[in-house]
């Protein structure tokens, strides 16, 4: 599937328009700032707007770096007039705190029947199936990779953003797995059976180092769960298969695999559109060739 998809390559140099905002001069923040907007990672989250986002859409907003600089490129456009009557659904505290930094209207997403669009970061995804893994960095506050995958799960059209060392087969790393605190301990060591020898099970703490237990302050979410940290120490080969090896442990709510095919992936300054095998349920076709 992979080879099929075409690659558009944007310049590697990006500048930055002075008409946008009037700045003092030089200062820490505005170096900071320019810096972020002439990053590969800000253009993926410009072009993503650009090429997706239109007036009177309801918008899933995304978490994560680029998530953020889309989330602030969505405001500019608000107030310069270029967007109108957007309302966003938040996928975590952290993107409603941005976007209302950025002054874009929120709703709940359990009030919301439709979400047009929804973009967001991704920690790392699988070449060819488009498979990918939420969740990884540590959560802030009241995060839900639950709420996240809620929004994901039934906006009409979906775009991840990723850096391009982060879109690859053999995928490493960890899986976060959402569990029932009152039998964690049990749930870690079925999941651990499960996959000996290839992983090692870790809770996640709320602060403090990570360990097999967790230590004295595990992590407790927004839904009253804990997260376990399924750490592969060899490549993955399936993520698809992880993921169904999971969901039929006792005590396991929910994990950071997403399955979801998504429209396209923003890929750095790349763009990569990704055709699906079958038209979009709810779209009828896809309209991003």
């Not at 989250?45 to 969505?74: C, N, P, R, W």
């Not at 310069?80 to 709940?108: F, H, N, Q, R, W």
């Not at 979400?115 to 699988?126: G, P």
């Amino acid at each position: 599937m992979a080879s099929a998809i075409p690659h558009l390559h944007f310049p590697v140099t990006w500048k930055s328009n002075p008409r946008i905002r009037k700045r003092k001069p030089a200062t820490a923040t505005a170096t900071a700032c320019s810096l972020s907007e002439a990053s590969p990672l800000f253009r993926a989250a410009k072009h993503t707007v650009d090429t997706f986002v239109k007036s009177g859409m309801v918008i899933g907003l995304g978490s994560g770096q680029a998530s953020g600089m889309a989330i602030e490129y969505l405001g500019r456009q608000l107030r310069a007039g270029a967007l109108k009557d957007l309302v966003g659904i938040p996928t975590s505290v952290v993107s409603a705190s941005e976007a209302a930094k950025a002054g874009i209207p929120l709703g709940e997403y359990e009030n919301s029947s439709q979400i047009d669009f929804a973009f967001d970061d991704v920690d790392i995804i699988e070449e060819g199936t488009l498979i990918s893994v939420i969740g990884r960095r540590r959560l802030q506050g009241e995060e839900s990779i639950i709420q996240e995958k809620l929004v994901l799960s039934i906006a009409d059209q979906l775009v991840f953003m990723v850096k391009e060392d982060l879109y690859k087969c053999g995928l490493e790393g960890s899986i976060p797995v959402l569990v029932e605190s009152l039998n964690w301990l049990e749930t870690a060591e079925e999941i651990d059976d499960l996959f000996l020898g290839d992983a090692e099970v870790w809770r996640r703490p709320s602060v403090g180092h990570a360990g097999p237990l967790g230590g004295d302050f595990p992590l407790v979410t927004t839904e009253g769960h804990n997260v376990l940290d399924v750490i592969f120490t060899s490549p993955i080969a399936s993520l698809a298969e992880v993921a169904n090896s999971l969901e039929k442990v006792d005590g396991v709510v929910d994990h950071g695999v997403v399955s979801k095919f998504p429209d396209a992936l923003t890929v750095q300054a790349r763009i990569s559109c990704c055709i699906p095998p079958h038209p979009h349920p709810k779209s009828g076709q896809n309209k991003h060739m």
